[in-house]
DNA sequence: TTGACATATGCCGATATAGGAATATGATTC
DNA sequence: GAATCATATTCCTATATCGGCATATGTCAA
């Protein structure tokens, strides 16, 4: 069996970084897709795939307006995607206050030895 | 071209749904492969292709312990992908309070029209 | 050393891409 | 209706998966 379909979640659809950047692109305001086209210097039916994917996945709304179709990026699609990765916000800053230990560890340390040029020699476990 | 290869970025690495779930599951500590296996149910192949992918991408920490190995999450590989969601943020809440304002305008506009049977029909543009 | 345990890797087949080129659909204007 | 502009879809090929199975590597214990 293959990867998931990238068609099915936003997760898969926000993998592709080309589908990143027009998300971005069109965060601000809507654009139609011949302004997506030239903006990021993509070919005409890459875009409108990416777009296809995006809409699908209801990362992007899309409004017709006579003969173009104005794009405009769903912020709350993404909402999932940063709500998942909220739950490890805790983890990292504990991390981080771990790091900062370390380092005033480090610091404490080479005060007390002055300038002995202590080389750091010492490899934590953390790999 | 095919897709970005997998082992390159975390966004890749997440869109596995297995992947994700390892996450979590090795969120709060260590675990031996073994235990991610009987924890979630999977072959322990298919737990060591993926602990792979997610080491290679740097969201998660191994640790030899004689003959296990003890994986943990590494938070920080989770936050380039919270930081690009929270790009997101302020759309979403502007957005929120757009759908707000709609929706009391509905509210407003029904409790007008009372129980005239209003169906609807106005398609609004946004799809 | 041999064997048991723990984990990783290699090979396979099926599938889902992404990009490029050509073309189809759809809407507007003359 | 014909020509034109704007966008979408289809067909193609190369590649990157994922899962399942077998097997290799590595570590400890008797």
Redesign the interface.
Known sequence: MA??A?TSDA??A????RR?QI??FL?DREYSVNEIVDGLRVDQPSVSKHLRVLRDTGLV????NGRQKLYR????G??P??E??????R??T???SRVKDRAEKKAASRAAASDSNSRNHSRN???
Chains 1, 2 share one sequence.
């Open positions: 990867r998931a990238t997760f898969n926000i993998a592709e970084p990143r998300l971005l965060a709304r899309m409004r017709c990026t769903n912020a709350e993404i909402r995607l940063y998942w990765a909220s739950e490890f916000e983890y990292w504990h991390q981080l476990q953390e790999e």
